[in-house]
């Protein structure tokens, strides 16, 4: 595995050896022990999720407070999507920064999203399937949404490659919260 580091500290992308051939391909999706090495970081994950979003389809930026942060690691097993995450920490010198990627079942990258990180993405594809990994249950005591276009964070969605689809949001992503705020 080789990992990549991003302008924001502790968020990686992880990019896994694939062995291919005319059959197909296989590669270690996930192993706790190579992990560790490559990334130094002893995480214990608790729960796996699993999503389809249609083209067009934005989820987030999600995140949950404390004392439920949750850290992801996340990968996209079919199609396309912008993935995006914005640094929410409290005395982080990045705070407020945003970091997009590319995640695709083609390219197979992974993304580490620590605790303290809100995260998003938007399908680009006809459909996706999208996995988490999370270091925490599901609590949605502690289920925080800022809103995707905020205008402090002025994220670029990469929505142009939609063409003239419209991005999709649930109605509770409609009623995400200002950063500021």
Not at 28 to 46: C, P, Q, Y
Not at 59 to 86: C, F, M
Request: charged letters at 20%; glycine letters at 8%.
């Amino acid at each position: 595995m080789q990992v990549k580091t991003t302008p924001l500290e502790n968020l990686l992308i992880l990019e896994p050896r694939v062995f291919g051939d005319d059959r197909g391909f296989v590669f270690e999706s996930f192993n706790t022990a190579t992990f560790k090495i490559a990334t130094g970081l002893d995480i214990n994950f608790v729960q796996d999720n699993h999503s389809k979003s249609n083209k067009g389809v934005l989820r987030g930026l999600h995140y949950q407070s404390a004392p439920h942060a949750q850290g992801k690691l996340v990968r996209v097993i079919q199609g396309e999507v912008w993935d995006v995450t914005v640094d929410i920490r409290d005395g982080s010198a990045t705070r407020g920064q945003w970091f997009g990627v590319l995640l695709s079942s083609d390219n197979k990258r992974q993304l580490w999203i620590p605790p303290g990180f809100a995260h998003g993405f938007v399908t680009l594809s006809d459909t996706a399937e999208f996995l988490y990994k999370t270091t925490d249950f599901y609590s949605p005591a502690h289920e925080q949404c800022i809103a995707w276009n905020d205008p402090v964070l002025a994220i670029d969605w990469q929505l142009a490659r939609l063409g003239d689809v419209l991005p999709q949001l649930s109605g509770k992503d409609k009623m995400g919260a200002a950063f500021a705020n």
